[in-house]
């Protein structure tokens, strides 16, 4: 039987979420408690692989049950083993063909944009401080046509190991609250860094240096020096991944 | 001349405002900024002293002008000196009759409080996380009995130096989105710890632990065991003073 695990992060502290020589992840430290708990070593397959400074409120993670603990257990086991930037949310029992990737039907990620004159020392870590002022209107209009099943090429950073660059992006929707713009965006999957370019492309539309109708062409000339720059990590978190 | 700051920073490293021997305090690093700048020792007198740990968007402090530098420009200026946890967004000339402390006509504090079965890593410096499901309607039946004029012993830790424990609670609110609950309050001036004993007892009427009708008697009887616990210091952010 295997167990699956929701995970909320804050990412500033670590080297994203894979494991890796000569440096600290999530997934490093989510597999010494979970091996402490279950006193054997563990490995878990992560659904989705944070880079460093990126944060998550709805990562999945899944082990082989290797204890007698009952499998609700687990949440409150693991987490008295991991220290207050890592925390475990649910544990659920999953059937033996479930894969926390490639079961995924959709994730939603959220990137939050400061957008003032001065830096906010408190979203210092969880948001991009952009001074320029950004109209929002026109980032919602170059939205629009961001959502659809497109080649997705033009936001996607060299790099990633994907067969196919074509996508579904369900949902991309922005709102603002005092100086916070939040862009929260669902689709089936997401190329490398995708998200990040997208957040780069729509501020570039907001400061008025992309049209948003050009946003159209510039997804299909697959050109991904005509998208906006990759906006930094720390404005991300992974919200939610469906089944 | 005299010019006044509007300071936002993140207290969690921080050993509260106020200057002090062996610990780092908010005040000396900002001092050592403006020092800095106008090339001479600068003191500043701040507008609220905040505990450590306690956060601030809207707090201010005053330094005699002292320097060819133009009143506006201190902001840039300070902001290089600093480090991203502590930011200068406003800098304005004031009367040399201005005092920060003194001068002020109200005050708003949030406290934020994370209410869920497990923590939430993003917000662990920001918020209380109180486990135990709250009742909100409670919460706020019992903080309408908070607004007004009253003699506040019952929510003043000892230590303050206060002459009188008279204030007035202009306003008292609280909203819940997700599962975070903030709790806004104005007054004309706070007692020590006023406003996070005042969030741990509307926790406790939250929790049941305390009638809300109950708070009237409470502070009639000006007894600080009869209140709730002193909500922890990073769920308080001082908002704004108003002059």
Not at 103 to 114: G, L, M, V
Not at 180 to 198: A, Q, S, T
């Amino acid at each position: 039987m295997n167990v699956l695990l929701t995970l909320a992060y804050d990412g500033t502290n670590y080297h994203g979420w894979q494991r890796q020589e000569n440096a600290i992840s999530i997934q490093e430290r989510l597999e010494d408690a979970i091996s402490k708990v279950c006193k054997t070593e563990i490995s878990v397959i992560g659904a989705s692989r944070t880079d460093t400074g990126v944060h998550a409120l709805g990562q999945r993670a899944m082990f082989a049950k290797n204890s007698n603990i009952p499998i609700e257990k687990f949440t409150y086991a693991i987490n008295t083993q991991l220290g207050s930037d890592i925390s475990v949310v649910k544990s659920e029992a999953v059937a033996d063909d479930f894969h926390p990737r490639f079961s995924a039907k959709n994730k939603t990620y959220r990137y939050k944009i400061y957008n003032a004159p001065f830096r906010n020392p408190i979203l210092r870590n969880y948001s991009w401080h952009v001074y320029h002022d950004l109209a929002l209107e026109k980032m919602k209009e170059a939205a629009k046509y961001i959502i659809g099943e497109h080649d997705f090429s033009c936001f996607c950073a060299s790099g990633g190991q994907a067969k196919t660059t074509v996508r579904t992006v369900y949902n991309l929707s922005l709102s603002k609250e005092n100086n916070e713009i939040c862009i929260d965006i669902n689709g089936n999957g997401f190329l490398y860094n995708m998200v990040r370019i997208i957040a780069g492309t729509l501020v570039y539309a907001g400061m008025s240096k992309i049209e948003p109708k050009s946003i159209k062409d510039i997804i299909l000339s697959k050109d991904r020096t005509r998208a906006g720059i990759t906006a930094p990590p720390q404005g991300l978190t992974l919200m939610e991944i469906n089944y």
